[in-house]
T-cell receptor, first 113, second 111 residues
Framework: DGGITQSPKYLFRKEGQNVTLSCEQNLNHDAMYWYRQDPGQGLRLIYYSQIVNDFQKGDIAEGYSVSREKKESFPLTVTSAQKNPTAFYLCASSARYTSYEQYFGPGTRLTVT | GESVGLHLPTLSVQEGDNSIINCAYSNSASDYFIWYKQESGKGPQFIIDIRSNMDKRQGQRVTVLLNKTVKHLSLQIAATQPGDSAVYFC??????????FGEGTQLTVNP
């Protein structure tokens, strides 16, 4: 059963702590993406990766970091530098960077208090 | 800068009616457009897409219309059902093959 998994579904952290969100795909997709979604708003791109060991900043990369050591995995770290980290985080992948259709995971809701 | 927006944040329809959700985009160079459906607490699901060399594309109960002259696209859902209740997003391809998403329209289907 192919797809994108994100874990955990809900995550709670104290302010000042770094936290890493997991994203795994078994679709053999080259490109992967991280989005942030706030209530009543659209998706904003944080980071994306076209290929293993390469990634680029999106529109709101400040306070976040990523790695792409394996094709299947694209973890996102929300650092203490992110001023407003509470949000719904969505991971997506596409077959190739020039294939525009993106497949989304179920999301992780992060709450920082 | 690049933006993608929707004309209405909410839409309420009766079960069995047709629904029309509109979207405007700003980048005339956008080559690809896509509609997603997002149910509460879940990730977006692909509905239908269209390239800029087409004006219309049909799927199962859904039709996307693209008017490049006024930079507008719409999603039509035929015979709307309660299971269609969700937030609908349009997105357009921008430079570097990224997608820019609109803010979404909440569709509510009344029985």
């Amino acid at each position: 059963d192919g797809g994108i998994t994100q874990s955990p579904k809900y995550l709670f952290r104290k302010e000042g702590q770094n936290v890493t969100l997991s994203c795994e795909q078994n679709l053999n997709h080259d490109a992967m993406y991280w989005y942030r979604q706030d209530p009543g708003q659209g998706l904003r791109l944080i980071y994306y990766s076209q290929i293993v060991n390469d990634f680029q900043k999106g529109d709101i990369a400040e306070g976040y970091s990523v790695s792409r050591e394996k094709k299947e995995s694209f973890p996102l770290t929300v650092t203490s530098a992110q001023k407003n980290p509470t949000a719904f985080y969505l991971c997506a992948s596409s077959a190739r960077y020039t294939s525009y259709e993106q497949y989304f995971g179920p999301g992780t809701r992060l709450t920082v208090t | 800068g690049e933006s993608v927006g929707l004309h209405l944040p909410t839409l309420s329809v009766q079960e069995g009616d047709n629904s029309i959700i509109n979207c405007a985009y700003s980048n005339s160079a956008s080559d690809y457009f896509i509609w997603y459906k997002q149910e509460s607490g879940k990730g977006p699901q692909f509905i239908i897409d269209i390239r800029s060399n087409m004006d219309k594309r049909q799927g199962q109960r859904v039709t996307v219309l693209l008017n490049k002259t006024v930079k507008h696209l719409s999603l039509q859902i035929a015979a709307t059902q309660p299971g269609d209740s969700a937030v609908y997003f349009c997105a357009s391809e921008t430079s570097g093959s990224r997608l820019t998403f609109g803010e979404g329209t909440q569709l509510t289907v009344n029985p």
